[in-house]
């Protein structure tokens, strides 16, 4: 779905500009987007596979829940939003806790170019896998796994056919947040 999304500059600055998601691809420009980790207390982490209509990384692992943040909304409110959507899983803003905001350039071909900043939260995981409904336009499939399996199969990108290549030090990265909060 192309939608209107506000345009940041190289150090993650709003610009005062907005643009629609497909003009921003299409031009590389930075925008802000949100990852949402979904841990549970014994170690397991929600992954998503992407739904095959996706443009990019189709049927891949991913985070528990990503998506882009609207034009003028709050960072915080489009996390909350997006769980909702993509997983189901109605939370508030006490149940987020960010961990850091990561710079991402990936070049998909000629003409489309994703340059964001993700704004990347925890999440603990206080339902079952069955209780999480999953947007079947964007998620494909919904799975727990434990915490180093991700870590095996994402440090050195062991597994680059799996996964969504967001880079072994961002993997690491959010590991060792969840690791700290076990």
């Given at each position: 779905?192309?939608?209107?999304?506000?345009?940041?500059?190289?150090?993650?600055?709003?610009?005062?500009?907005?643009?629609?998601?497909?003009?921003?691809?299409?031009?590389?420009?930075?925008?802000?987007?949100?990852?949402?980790?979904?841990?549970?207390?014994?170690?397991?982490?929600?992954?998503?596979?992407?739904?095959?209509?996706?443009?990019?990384?189709?049927?891949?692992?991913?985070?528990?829940?990503?998506?882009?943040?609207?034009?003028?909304?709050?960072?915080?409110?489009?996390?909350?939003?997006?769980?909702?959507?993509?997983?189901?899983?109605?939370?508030?803003?006490?149940?987020?806790?960010?961990?850091?905001?990561?710079?991402?350039?990936?070049?998909?071909?000629?003409?489309?170019?994703?340059?964001?900043?993700?704004?990347?939260?925890?999440?603990?995981?206080?339902?079952?896998?069955?209780?999480?409904?999953?947007?079947?336009?964007?998620?494909?499939?919904?799975?727990?796994?434990?915490?180093?399996?991700?870590?095996?199969?994402?440090?050195?990108?062991?597994?680059?056919?799996?996964?969504?290549?967001?880079?072994?030090?961002?993997?690491k990265r959010v590991i060792k947040a969840i690791k700290l909060r076990l």
């Open positions: 779905m192309d939608e209107l999304i506000d345009i940041l500059d190289d150090d993650g600055n709003p610009t005062g500009r907005t643009a629609l998601k497909s003009e921003a691809h299409k031009n590389g420009w930075f925008h802000p987007t949100v990852h949402i980790w979904c841990y549970t207390p014994n170690g397991q982490i929600l992954i998503q596979q992407r739904s095959e209509n996706k443009t990019t990384h189709p049927l891949l692992w991913d985070v528990s829940v990503a998506g882009h943040v609207g034009a003028g909304e709050e960072i915080k409110t489009s996390a909350l939003r997006e769980v909702e959507e993509e997983i189901g899983l109605k939370i508030n803003e006490q149940g987020l806790e960010k961990i850091g905001v990561f710079k991402a350039v990936h070049q998909h071909g000629p003409g489309f170019t994703d340059s964001e900043f993700h704004h990347t939260f925890l999440c603990e995981l206080k339902v079952s896998l069955a209780a999480l409904k999953k947007q079947d336009s964007e998620v494909a499939a919904l799975a727990l796994i434990p915490m180093i399996q991700l870590a095996e199969e994402t440090f050195g990108l062991a597994k680059p056919d799996k996964y969504v290549p967001h880079g072994s030090d961002y993997y």
